[in-house]
């Protein structure tokens, strides 16, 4: 077992990114998009033990794994990326309609937890479809107030090159200044290297 194990709590969250995935899982002509000013964002996986009984004992236990969900919110959302995350049908005069029909294409994410020191846990989300947000609005008042926007999402198991089974989350941690984990967790998620990363990376 390793001796320096990493006991930093992470403080924050940023570059949240996504790119559309094709049938063959990988789309070669999606190019992987930043959204900036992540605000929050939580990934719930939700377990539960369910036991077998008899002769008035617990005989065996199993795990059951529910649904991969995901939600946060952005400072604001841009109209670019909520045409692509939503499915939405967009006009030649730049109008965007929401409708019964859409039907959201799958995504792949990732996007990273800092910590205070420079470090950071990278969070890969293979294969999942977002939901339209709700519109809202407030009244300004006396003191300034940003809104927000809101994101929901579910996610599934999808092969991820390296390992056996598939996966629907997929982590890995570097200390600053690195980013040896970044890079592989790009190259399993989207099939591409890191944004500006240099060539061969």
């Not at 959201?104 to 989300?125: H, I, M, Q």
């Amino acid at each position: 077992m390793a001796e320096n194990k990493n006991y930093r709590a992470t403080v924050g969250v940023s570059e949240f990114y996504y790119a559309t995935l094709d049938e063959t899982e990988v789309n070669a002509d999606s190019e992987i998009e930043r959204v900036k000013f992540l605000q929050n964002i939580t990934v719930e996986m939700p377990q539960e033990i369910v036991r077998a009984y008899g002769d008035n004992v617990t005989a065996e236990m199993g795990v059951s794994s529910g649904n991969t969900n995901v939600s946060g919110a952005f400072h604001k959302l841009p109209s670019e990326d909520k045409r692509v995350l939503f499915g939405l049908e967009s006009t030649a005069d730049g109008l965007d309609a929401y409708g019964g029909e859409d039907d959201p294409p799958y995504v792949a994410c990732v996007f990273a937890k800092t910590r205070n020191d420079g470090s950071k846990e990278w969070v890969g989300l293979p294969k999942g479809k977002f939901m339209r947000s709700n519109i809202a609005g407030q009244t300004k008042e006396d003191g300034l107030e940003f809104q927000n926007d809101e994101i929901s999402a579910e996610f599934m198991d999808r092969e991820v090159t390296g390992f056996a089974n598939p996966k629907s989350v997929v982590t890995g941690s570097d200390n600053k200044g690195e980013t040896v984990k970044r890079d592989a967790l790009f190259q399993a998620i989207f099939g591409k290297p890191y944004p500006g990363a240099p060539e061969g990376v």
